[in-house]
């Protein structure tokens, strides 16, 4: 599946967090939703994105926005990032990638200049009745939290 386009309804999931509770995109509705999709726990991309979404995470509810990542790393290994870095926001696992693909966030991508599949560093804003309001794609992990909370403060 290529990417979202704003105005799309965001693809359904259910998808087990860092503790083995079953969280699914329906519990957020009627709230705005941040689901960021990054390729894996304590590596110094993902730390760095997750510890800035962490950071700024009461700001972002302050503007009744919800933050979710999204990894194929297991509920044990979310559970060690989040208590080893402080982390805040919400990491729920997708091992057969089947949420990344449907949100564009899986498949072709270049890195270090060799074309691999993989996880593409992938942010969907989803709006309070479950449509896309923003996505990026191939994003820069480092600031990029706060270029999300400047688009959702300016929605």
């Known amino acids: 599946m290529g990417r979202l386009e704003v105005g799309e309804e965001a693809p359904r999931f259910s998808l087990e967090d860092e503790d083995g509770n079953v969280i699914s995109l329906a519990d957020y509705s009627g ?29 972002f509810l302050a503007a009744g926005v919800d933050v979710i990542g999204i990894s194929p790393d297991d509920a044990k290994s979310h559970r060690r990032f989040r208590e080893k870095h402080g982390l805040t926001v919400r990491l729920l696992s997708d091992p057969a ?5 449907r949100y564009g966030a899986y498949g072709e991508k270049t890195m270090y200049g060799k074309k691999t599949v993989g996880v593409i560093r992938t ?3 989803v709006g309070p009745t479950g449509r896309v309001d923003r996505a990026w794609y191939h994003v820069r992990a480092d600031g990029h939290a706060a270029k999300v909370l400047e688009a959702v403060a300016a929605s």
Do not use: I, N
């Not at 990638?97 to 693909?101: A, F, Q, R």
């Open 123 to 125: 942010t969907v804003l």
């Open 31 to 59: 709230r705005r939703v941040v689901v960021y999709f990054y390729p894996a726990d304590d590596t110094p991309g993902c730390t760095k994105e997750a510890c800035q979404f962490s950071d700024l995470f009461d700001d």
């Open 97 to 101: 990638h089947e949420v990344m693909e």
